[in-house]
């Protein structure tokens, strides 16, 4: 080749390989437009994310095993919950547990009222010393309006009983709501000296007998006293009934203190005039004067001659 041409050639050639060849562009014209860190910025989201999906799997995990192990569920203390009122705790929950025998409950159980005493224990005194003593207190007046009647109250000695509880036995009966002062009478005890108008003994079944017999009222049942009575003046509660009571009204679970009042207000009502009555029907309440010592007739027992303030009498024998 002519000398001549060189340059020319090595410059065409020199030219191409340049153009092969492109230069990095200026810092300056790279696109200001475009955020330089938001790749950055998004590895670090993701980074939290995993970090975060990590702590609630091992959370989960942690519970799970603590659940295992107390075969119960887990709970959480204050501290978990963090600030604000604390859960409920487990202690004040109601527990759920299996039923158990009444032998094994430990619960206390309601309180209950001692039954009924109907009869009471042990022998009875058949016969006494044939004296008296008497209770030598003076009691309330009882009743509001009407004639004032005074009784005495005295008990044979060699019975068994205190002159002053069988005062107060008797005071009961009288003072009601439902005894003889709820129409129109007053009654009240007095001492063994003071005047009287009759006197509530209660003596054995023997004392009582003569007693009964000598006012012409013949108290035998199967030939032993039996019952109680009255003569003139003299209200005479047999021993044996007032320890006792009667078989049916124990088997009927009437309280002996229902039969005591019985007895002294159907006694006193004898005082008082009144006469035997009968059971006015089947199922109906029994008056006073009914007999009810010896039978019920299909009547219930009842020691009132009052009922809501009213006489409650029966069909007279």
């Keep these: 080749m002519p000398p001549a041409h060189r340059p020319a050639?090595?410059?065409r050639a020199e030219g191409r390989r340049r153009a092969s060849v492109r230069a990095p562009a200026p810092a300056d014209d790279r696109d200001l437009t475009r955020p330089r860190h938001r790749r950055p910025a998004r590895r670090r989201h993701l980074a939290q994310l995993v970090?975060?999906?990590?702590?609630?799997?091992?959370?989960?995990?942690?519970?799970?095993?603590?659940?295992?192990?107390?075969?119960?569920?887990?709970?959480?203390?204050?501290?978990?919950f963090g600030p604000g009122?604390?859960?409920?705790?487990?202690?004040?929950?109601?527990a759920v547990s299996a039923p158990t025998s009444p032998s094994a409950s430990t619960s206390p159980s309601a309180p209950?009222?001692?039954?009924?005493?109907?009869?009471?224990?042990?022998?009875?005194?058949?016969?006494?010393?044939?004296?008296?003593?008497?209770?030598?207190?003076?009691?309330?007046?009882?009743?509001?309006?009407?004639?004032?009647?005074?009784?005495?109250?005295?008990?044979?000695?060699?019975?068994?009983?205190?002159a002053g509880e069988f005062a107060s036995a008797v005071e009961r009966a009288l003072a009601g709501p439902g005894s003889w002062v709820d129409g129109g009478l007053r009654l009240q005890q007095v001492a063994g000296g003071s005047r009287h108008d009759f006197t509530v003994y209660l003596a054995t079944?023997?004392?009582?007998?003569?007693?009964?017999?000598?006012?012409?009222?013949?108290?035998?049942?199967g030939g032993r006293p039996y019952t109680s009575c009255r003569a003139p003046g003299k209200v005479i509660i047999n021993l044996d009934r007032w320890r006792l009571s009667v078989p049916h009204f124990v088997s009927a679970k009437v309280p002996l203190s229902v039969y005591r009042t019985y007895v002294v207000n159907h006694e006193v009502g004898?005082?008082?005039?009144?006469?035997?009555?009968?059971?006015?029907?089947?199922?109906?309440?029994?008056?006073?004067?009914?007999?009810?010592?010896?039978?019920?007739?299909?009547?219930?027992?009842?020691?009132?001659?009052?009922?809501?303030?009213?006489?409650y009498a029966g069909p007279r024998l």
């Design 9 to 11: 050639a090595a410059s």
């Design 51 to 80: 970090a975060l999906v990590l702590a609630v799997g091992a959370a989960v995990a942690l519970i799970a095993d603590r659940r295992g192990a107390a075969g119960e569920a887990e709970v959480l203390t204050a501290e978990q």
């Design 85 to 94: 009122p604390a859960p409920e705790a487990a202690s004040s929950l109601p």
């Design 112 to 162: 209950t009222s001692p039954p009924a005493v109907l009869r009471l224990p042990g022998p009875v005194p058949s016969a006494g010393r044939g004296s008296f003593g008497y209770d030598d207190r003076v009691g309330p007046v009882l009743g509001d309006t009407g004639t004032l009647r005074r009784y005495r109250v005295a008990v044979e000695s060699g019975a068994g009983e205190d």
């Design 205 to 221: 079944a023997r004392t009582a007998g003569r007693m009964c017999a000598a006012g012409g009222v013949n108290i035998r049942v």
């Design 270 to 311: 004898h005082q008082l005039g009144h006469r035997h009555e009968r059971c006015p029907g089947k199922g109906r309440v029994a008056p006073v004067m009914m007999q009810q010592t010896l039978f019920l007739n299909g009547c219930v027992a009842n020691p009132w001659p009052y009922r809501d303030g009213r006489r």
